[in-house]
């Protein structure tokens, strides 16, 4: 049911976590896939892990030049996946304009003016998926997550309005909102807390903790042909976290 073959498709933040693997698994579908990120060496880290030729785009998102210029070059797409984003945990009392500032460019501007430009220089073919990735906090908030939390909401909500806008010509969009993934975040996360922390925590998530590959096979999902009649929509994706007392 899942056939990318000859697809165009965009990923940002293609360069680790579950970027690369969306990358590897639309290489693996047929897909021409188009990587962006802004370290070039993992980036072609990436690109070595796939079995075609994929375009590969050294850009900084947060700058609209930047963005400009990928759209410029990339030509038309099939489908966009926008998996670049921060996470920086901030209690309330120590933010400044320049930490909301940090957090919604990189986690809410970069996507929205990359999708703007796409769509107004006509690169989104008809029938084309754009994959949004959230986190279950923008409905689930935790201790210092507020920043990150609000430019999630944020995110999901611009999501829900530019599938509307594209609803004539067949373009969807969609959210996917994870839990805790194992990516580099989740690495970061095991060397500030102790194991017994770690521990407590997994056992709070019935299926475990989440695989990229777990959030690439959802996403190839919402690109292919197969969700045709889904737009709008947010697929949260927790291991069963939310159904536990414990959380």
């Known amino acids: ?27 693996s579908l047929g ?68 930490n909301i500032s940090e957090m919604f460019d990189a986690n809410f501007s970069s996507a ?31 201790i210092g997550g507020s920043l990150y939390s609000a430019s999630k909401a944020a995110l999901e909500a611009f999501c829900r309005s530019f599938a509307i806008e594209h609803a004539g010509k067949k373009i969807r969009a969609n959210i996917i909102a994870p839990a805790l993934v194992k990516t580099k975040i989740f690495t970061e996360t095991e060397l500030a807390t102790s194991e017994e922390e770690m ?6 998530y019935p299926l475990g903790f989440g695989e990229p590959e777990d959030v690439a096979n959802c996403i190839v999902f919402l690109l292919s042909s ?10 949260k994706m927790d291991g069963g976290l939310l159904l536990s007392s414990k959380k």
Request: aromatic residues 4%; hydrophobic residues 40%.
């Open 112 to 142: 929205v003016l990359l999708c703007s430009e796409l769509s107004n220089t006509k690169k989104i073919n008809d029938k084309a998926s754009v994959v949004f990735i959230s986190s279950i906090s923008s409905l689930h908030p935790y």
């Open 226 to 235: 197969a969700s045709k009649w889904i737009t709008g929509t947010t697929i």
């Open 31 to 98: 897909a021409n896939v188009i990587l962006v990120g802004r370290n070039g060496s993992t980036l072609q880290e990436t690109a070595k892990k796939l079995k075609g030729k994929a375009k590969t785009f050294i850009a900084d998102l947060t700058n609209a030049e930047q963005i400009t210029e990928l759209v410029k070059n990339c030509g038309n797409i099939d489908g966009l996946v926008n998996c670049a984003g921060i996470v920086k945990p901030l209690p309330v009392k120590y933010i400044r304009q320049k």
């Open 1 to 27: 049911m899942i056939n990318l073959k000859d697809k165009n498709i965009l990923i940002t933040g293609a360069s680790s976590g579950i970027g690369q693997a969306t990358a590897i698994l639309c290489d």
């Open 199 to 204: 521990k407590n925590y997994e056992e709070q």
